[in-house]
């Protein structure tokens, strides 16, 4: 593991916790304000995300959460590297733009690959945005390679005429343990050896949103993770995000998204957001004809050697942003 930069005097990589969460709000907010200004967004301000997503993202990643500081003791830059099982893949990060250029950038990419190699992963990715080539040829230089696009697209739905979704938090005790071993069941039959037990254990014990459920008569059909907590500090609720999204077939991914539909109507908010990973033609064609629309797209990037594998069947959404 890279363990420190001489040059610029940015020393780390330490541990990011709760305690930096300012810290990295303010070097998320400035780098990314920064990005979209050198793309051409001068009236863009990336607002601070919300405290409570900041610690679902820390407490998700826990040793991969990376920060380093500069020769002030002030973050100068951050990468936040999670693992899922056999999934490995880093995000959000960002250098300070006073640091930018000095290869900070590089050595905080190069860090969380290392470790995230040292845990095993099977497949090791990241985001960015499509128009950005910059971002594009630098990733590419440190051994990642673009994909398919990941277009978030959101669905305005009615707040009555839903059946009562099933939900994860209603399943107490064993029931609920019970409700979490298919989900790994479902998940790994799509994808071997991802696991979104924690995620899904931190969304419901952060109460942060929760895991929509479709069963069958042969065992879990469709597991739909989401979060209705704001993403943005100090904005009310107003939209369901789909982080995570496993379905045995294109049936039960309808039953999911409309399962997830309904528990947004009975939060009484009115917006779903789902980030659908397009080398799943079908059920992105499925969405837009369910009167989903596209509002972004990020590319996806593999690591060489550590591509997403391709289920035979099924859908499989994992969403490679918090």
């Known amino acids: 593991m890279r363990a420190w930069l001489p040059e610029r005097q940015v020393y780390g990589p330490e541990v990011a916790g709760e305690r930096d969460t300012e810290d990295l709000n303010r070097v998320f907010a ?14 863009v301000r990336v ?26 003791g002030r973050v100068a830059a951050f990468n936040i590297a999670h693992r899922s099982g056999a999934e490995g893949w880093m995000g959000p990060l960002a250098v300070r733009p006073d640091r ?54 959101t669905n305005d ?21 019970d409700a979490l071993a298919a989900a790994r069941c479902l998940v790994s039959s799509l994808a071997p050896g991802y696991d979104f037990t924690r995620e899904i254990r931190l969304t419901l014990e952060l109460g942060l949103g929760d895991a929509s459920l479709v069963d069958g008569d042969d ?28 379905a045995a077939d294109e049936r039960a991914f309808d039953a999911g998204v409309a399962a ?32 989903y629309r596209v509002r972004w797209t990020d590319l996806r990037m593999t690591y060489e050697g550590h591509s997403e594998p391709q289920s035979r069947a099924g859908v499989l959404f994992s969403n490679w942003e918090i």
């Open 30 to 43: 400035d780098a990314f304000t920064d990005r979209y200004r050198r793309d051409g967004l001068v009236g």
């Open 157 to 177: 739905i009615a707040t009555r005429g839903h059946s009562a979704p099933v939900l994860l938090s209603q399943r107490k005790g064993a029931a609920g343990e």
């Open 260 to 291: 997830t539909e309904a528990a947004a109507a009975r939060a009484g908010i009115r917006r779903v957001a789902i980030r659908c990973q397009t080398r799943y033609a079908e059920a992105f064609r499925r969405l837009v004809a369910r009167g």
């Open 219 to 246: 065992g879990l059909r469709a597991l739909v993770l989401w979060h209705s907590a704001a993403l943005a500090e100090g904005r009310p609720r107003d939209e369901v995000r789909v982080l995570k999204l496993a």
């Open 100 to 153: 930018q250029g000095g290869g900070v950038g590089k050595t905080i990419v190069r860090t969380a690959t290392d470790w995230l190699l040292e845990q095993g992963v099977g497949t090791l990715g990241l985001e960015t945005m499509p128009r950005t080539v910059e971002n594009i040829g630098f990733y590419a230089r440190l051994g990642f390679s673009p994909g398919h696009l990941t277009v978030t697209s």
């Open 47 to 72: 607002p601070h995300l919300n405290p409570q997503v900041w610690r679902y993202a820390l407490l998700d990643a826990g040793d991969g959460a990376m920060l380093w500081r500069d020769e002030a």
